[in-house]
């Protein structure tokens, strides 16, 4: 079960919308009515959703091409984002259009750049390491091209 494909993607979204849960439950708890702790918590929420699919891209990269990887990554992040902005509001005692619709899409808007940023600096990075699928696949072909003696062609 865990092999398929929709199990990864499922995973990844529930573990998304657990960081959200978890901000959102420490901000209803023990900042209830204080905006700049709120305001905190919100940024850091969103940083560990970034840094979450930074680490997952970059360990993902490394294992498969971006076309294996790359949607699963998408889809699981498109799931957390319809989980955080759609359910994520009954844990804080409202509802997703609660402060009307302004909030609702910049949250859609925030959690969409946070999610893109944090996949592609996971990606650059391996990239810039030389750790990603199409170098080692590269740095592979060269190694068993310098290994193979050179073929002399008579005239």
């Known amino acids: 079960m ?7 993607i499922t995973a990844l979204a ?4 657990a960081i959200n849960a978890v901000a959102r439950l420490v901000i209803r708890f023990a900042f209830d009515g204080e905006d ?7 940024i850091v929420m969103f940083l560990a959703i970034g ?4 680490v997952l891209a970059f360990v993902r990269s490394q294992r498969e091409k971006p076309a294996g990887w790359l949607p699963d990554v998408a889809f699981g992040a498109l799931g957390g984002m319809a989980l955080t ?6 844990l804080s ?5 609660a402060n009307g619709a302004g909030d609702f899409f910049s949250q859609v808007w925030i959690y969409g750049a ?13 990239v810039v390491l ?7 696949a590269l740095k592979a072909f060269t190694e068993a091209r310098k290994a193979r003696p050179r073929r002399v062609v008579g005239r």
């Open 93 to 97: 005692g409202d509802g997703p259009f």
């Open 36 to 42: 700049d702790a709120q305001s905190i918590a919100t």
């Open 114 to 126: 946070c999610a893109i940023v944090g996949i592609l600096l996971g990606y650059w990075t391996a």
């Open 85 to 90: 902005v759609l359910v994520g509001p009954f």
């Open 14 to 17: 529930l573990g998304l919308f």
């Open 51 to 54: 840094l979450t699919l930074a």
């Open 130 to 136: 030389g750790r990603d699928y199409r170098s080692r």
């Open 2 to 8: 865990r092999q398929q494909r929709w199990f990864r």
